[in-house]
């Protein structure tokens, strides 16, 4: 017996209903804490999240696990921060281990412009409420020891920013904790149901075509991550979202003592260590918009040369397997949330390369949009028709972009 071995968990299957109040297409982290929210926030239970495969198979199931808030723009930083919190409690709410650990982010700095770049993001982030400082190349290395200042001789680190609150949690307990705490609340959940169609009365959404039969809806949420284009495709929505490949992998274990998580913007890389020692990796979203859950050697090839740059030991390190999930991005690199002009039918997409940290944030807010009707504070900056009113919510705050 270990930690890992997992505890038997209260999922409760139900047949489908023929009509919900609202159903959520996509059972990843999005669409599942949405349902979670509306039972147990909002005492909305007729629910259903279809799911074309088994939960938490799509994006959910692909990330990286890193949650932070030490994005660019105020209206992120709050929404980001707002969600690291709600992380924190989450393991106590739900009443799932979800391995959460609070170890904060080193983002390096090799160049004078990105040391400008890193001075500002902390004077942002301590404004709005994200807890960031700037350390020194030896305080850096202090924090994580087995950094190496030179580069390799070729990036020297010349200072980083230091987000203290920054912290990982188990991708799939994430998932499990929501899908259990919904279905305890009377919410169905339905695998292995893909979304064919979406039923119309005149311009309004009432439900969706699965391949199991209808199923009629007061509200349709799309949540489905890269795949967007497509189910809002069937209710004539047109999205800025591109879908982008995303790759990462894992090496064999490596003695625990590997503190915080290290990110570059310059070289487009992090890395960060799994409760099982594993050493966890990942750079920018591939150029090439794709829907292929192919993994390259090339990816692997070019992101082994920059970590190995700052962190040598990982050349004695095997790596162990590879994935790839698909990133629906925004052409503002922001998430888009809320109504999109046909009545019925909501959106919760853009998440690009951070959807995981804002898990709680986003199915809190989307889950009280959708029992108010009113949009709130939070989620207001991120709504569709920002486009529209040349709004844009310019962010490439993250290693995954450029």
């Known amino acids: 017996m270990n930690e890992f071995v997992e505890?038997?968990?209260?999922?409760?299957?139900?047949?489908?209903?023929?009509?919900?109040?609202?159903?959520?297409?996509?059972?990843?982290?999005?669409?599942?804490?949405?349902?979670?929210y509306l039972a147990t926030r909002h005492g909305i239970t007729n629910v259903a999240v279809l799911e074309a495969s088994y939960i938490g198979s799509g994006n959910s199931g692909r990330n990286t696990t890193i949650i932070r808030a030490n994005y660019g723009i105020p209206e992120s930083i709050r929404f980001y921060q707002h969600s690291l919190e709600l992380y924190r409690s989450l393991e106590d709410e739900t009443g799932c281990w979800i391995m959460h650990s609070t170890k904060g982010l080193l983002w390096l700095a090799h160049t004078e412009s990105a040391m400008r770049a890193e001075r500002a993001r902390c004077l942002l982030n301590v404004a709005c409420g994200a807890e960031t400082v700037m350390v020194t190349p030896e305080e850096a290395r202090t924090i994580c020891p087995q950094l190496d200042l030179s580069g390799g001789g070729r990036y020297p680190v010349l200072g980083a920013s230091y987000h203290v609150g920054a912290a990982t949690a188990r991708h799939d307990r994430v998932v499990w904790a929501y899908a259990q705490?919904?279905?305890?609340?009377?919410?169905?959940?339905?695998?292995?149901?893909?979304?064919?169609?979406?039923?119309?009365?005149?311009?309004?959404?009432?439900?969706?075509?699965?391949?199991?039969?209808?199923?009629?809806?007061?509200?349709?949420?799309?949540?489905?991550?890269?795949?967007?284009?497509?189910?809002?495709?069937?209710?004539?929505?047109?999205?800025?979202?591109r879908t982008h490949p995303l790759q990462a992998f894992v090496t064999n274990a490596y003695a625990q003592g590997f503190g915080p998580i290290i990110s570059d913007t310059e070289l487009f890389c992090y890395v960060s260590q799994t409760a099982r020692g594993q050493m966890l990796m990942g750079a920018e979203f591939d150029p090439q918009p794709s829907y292929s859950l192919g993994s390259s050697f090339?990816?692997?090839?070019?992101?082994?040369?920059?970590?190995?740059?700052?962190?040598?030991?990982?050349?004695?390190?095997?790596?162990?397997?590879?994935?790839?999930?698909?990133?629906?991005?925004?052409?503002?690199?922001?998430?888009?949330?809320?109504?999109?002009?046909?009545?019925?039918f909501l959106v919760t997409t853009g998440w690009g390369t951070w959807g995981f940290k804002a898990i709680p944030a986003g199915g809190e807010q989307m889950a009280e949009l959708i029992a108010t009707g009113r949009t709130p504070v939070l989620l207001e900056p991120f709504q569709l028709d920002r486009f529209a009113r040349d709004l844009p919510m310019a962010d490439q705050g993250s290693t995954g972009t450029r």
Not at 9 to 18: E, F, R, T
Not at 20 to 34: M, N, S
């Open 7 to 36: 505890t038997i968990l209260a999922l409760q299957w139900h047949p489908p209903k023929p009509s919900y109040d609202v159903v959520i297409i996509g059972a990843g982290g999005h669409g599942l804490a949405t349902a979670y």
């Open 181 to 241: 705490g919904a279905m305890r609340k009377g919410v169905d959940v339905l695998q292995h149901t893909p979304v064919t169609g979406l039923l119309r009365d005149g311009e309004r959404v009432t439900g969706v075509q699965t391949a199991n039969g209808p199923i009629s809806a007061g509200l349709v949420l799309s949540a489905v991550g890269g795949n967007v284009s497509t189910i809002a495709a069937m209710a004539d929505v047109r999205l800025p979202i």
């Open 298 to 344: 090339n990816f692997l090839q070019s992101c082994s040369a920059k970590v190995t740059h700052l962190l040598p030991f990982l050349r004695d390190l095997r790596i162990l397997r590879q994935w790839t999930g698909i990133c629906d991005i925004s052409t503002d690199f922001s998430p888009i949330m809320g109504e999109t002009g046909v009545p019925g």
